[in-house]
């Protein structure tokens, strides 16, 4: 097992660097954004070390392709193919996960090279004559939309894309002949089922890639242009040679031979999950020409419309580094999935067309629920639409919503049916271009799926037996968090009865707090609960929680936090309850999940179980006591280091909490648009609103002391409340906040000024 961080909460002080900023009026925002090259605040290294298995390489927005450095797969850290702490670079593949636990893609891998013919990818100890090389960090260059390495090889690699297309330039030294392996039997934790190569004429080659791994079958078909002419393509095999100009088999790889000794070669490769004629029309609209240098600065263009979404000005380079970082790995997945004619390859192997909206996939949904999910309802309205469709059909093609469905296989991994509480959210918020009822019918019939894990149970008996399911509590607990979504969609629809049934279930946490313990409990078939228990015990994988203990899963109740309160018998008892989950110490055992880290005392921030908990003092009255954790959790666990995100980024998850954070306010409940207020991080930040809008948070007198909230005003009337909702924030505006370095006990304190859940 990991190692993971542990650290004990100090009772007060606890500062974060002050970042001061300040940002033009809402009229010079457009102006103001365009000037700035947002790029040169990110750097895509952190969250390359450690457990963040974040992606490293070329990228646009949303991107179908992640073209990028792959190391041999060595386990759990190299889920997105690289990991700061290697030295093995094997090639260039393009597809990647970004900050998952789980591996996969890593499809169609570019190595250049020089010399003879070789194929093999060799060992991380051995790599003597294969096709892989030895690298340096110091002759690596990464930022958003590019990608460079001089690798030990003497081959320099530069890579750029599109949405659809990768394009490489390839500069190899004088002498030898110049090669490019296409390996089309490697990828990323996955094998590979079948693959084809044909050379179609001197400058063209197209093939696919079928594999087999987290996603139960992924396609990918591609054709691959050159500038430069192409002497031979040898076939192998594996490493057995096979001829010439087109091979099927299971582990295909091509060896492309330059004619001539140019120096450089560029080479591009479109992909399309339906065909290779899809991939060659994707290629025709987005790259037709050669211009490397034209894409990179479309790309960056691209970054930087994402990236001024959110303006921050401040003195404080790290501060910016981080926030903008974050910002921008919240905007690489998910992915875009459909070719340009609007085509796609569903869950059930058919392929779709719907030019009505945008098919996009890798959804890693039982964590983006929870932060993202929101971020985009205030920054991408209409994308979320897109989301919501993709869902939509997603369902028709399975029988049920998506779980973490990835390129066209659903991976069923993860407790819940964690689309529901995102178009629940959605459809309250009141986003616009999804049909409603059919999104309702696909909620309810996804939450009354039998093949569903332990739903039965749920509708049977309210709970689902430990000695029946694993992880049931985990599992049974999001299901109630997901069914409440479903309880608010319904009342705002009218539908009185279904409204009743999800609501009851909204509340089955109930069924598992053990008021003698005060914890949530396991319960088993006969009734009886779970004993012996340990509530600090986590067995990954077959225990009673999803990658958690019992402390963790006491406090997940995000869509009913009052009737939680009520439970452990008030405000005070919670509050101490609360209190103490920061502190309190514990063995989870030696089969506990390594994505249990970034500890404070039980409280986990690098898993998303935990994101909401330092949010929940506000609905007890004490808003000041989540300023302090809030503002700690940042100093400590976002750093601009490799190892700088605490946890899997699980597809700009932890990101999106940090960037929620830095704004001052988070959505504790998923369904139910009410954000509740932390510590803003910046003196100033700006969010420019899809309707030409903007709104403003500013925070006078914020400083490292300076953390907690004095006092409120919203465009300038006096504001008591401790949350904002979010059509205040979509209308646009000032909220302003002035901060002190001791607590204002009184702001927020006062039951009808506290957050709420309305039944």
Known sequence: MKVNKRILLPSLSLGLAALMASCGQSAQHASSAASVNYTQFVDPYIGSGEHGHVFVGANVPFGAIQVGPQNIHKGWDWCSGYHYSDSVIIGFSHTHLSGTGCADLGDVLLMPYTGAVRTARGEQDDIEGTASSYYSHANEQVAPGYYALLMDNGVKAEMTATERVGLHRFTYPAGEAHRLLINLKEGNGDRSVETYLKKLDDYTIEGYRFSQGWSPMHKVYFVLKCDQPIESLAVFNDDEAAGNDELTGKEVKGVVTFKGDAEQALVKIAISSVSCANAQANMRSELAHWDFDAVHNEAVKKWNDQLSTITVDTDDARAKKIFYTSMYHAFIAPTLYCDVNGEFRGHDDKVYTNNSWT?????????????????????????????????????????????????????????????????????????????????????????????????????ERGYIPADKLHESTSVALEYAADDWGIAQMAKKMGKEADYQTFLKRGKYYEQYFDKSLNYMRPRMDDGSWRTPYSPFRSVHGTGDFTEGTGWQYTFFVPQHPEGLIALMGGDEAFITKLDSLFVVEGDMGEGASADISGLIGQYAHGNEPSHHVAYLYPYAGEQWKTAEKVRYIQDLFYTDQPEGVIGNEDCGQMSAWHIMSALGFYQVNPSNGVFVFGSPLFAKASVRLENGKTFEVVAEG???????????????????????????????????????????????????NRPHTAE
């Open 359 to 459: 098919n996009y996939s890798t959804f890693s949904l039982w964590d983006t629920y929870r932060t993202l999910n929101p971020l985009f309802t205030i920054l991408k309205p209409k994308m979320v639409a897109d989301l919501v469709n993709s869902y939509l059909s997603i369902y028709d093609q399975q029988g049920k919503l998506p779980i973490w469905p990835l390129v066209g296989g659903e991976t069923e991994c993860m407790p819940g049916y964690s689309a529901v509480p995102i178009i629940a959210d959605a459809y309250l918020k009141g986003i616009q271009g999804f049909d409603a009822e059919r999104a309702y019918h696909d909620m309810v019939a996804s939450a009354t799926y039998e093949q569903q894990k332990g739903v039965t149970y749920v509708m």
């Open 702 to 752: 914020n400083s490292k002391e300076n953390i907690y909230i004095q006092s409120a005003t919203l465009n300038g009337q006096p504001y008591e409340k401790s949350y904002i909702l979010y059509d205040d924030i979509m209308q646009g505006g000032t909220l302003t906040f002035v901060m002190g370095n001791t607590p204002n006990k009184a702001f927020g304190a006062a039951v009808e």
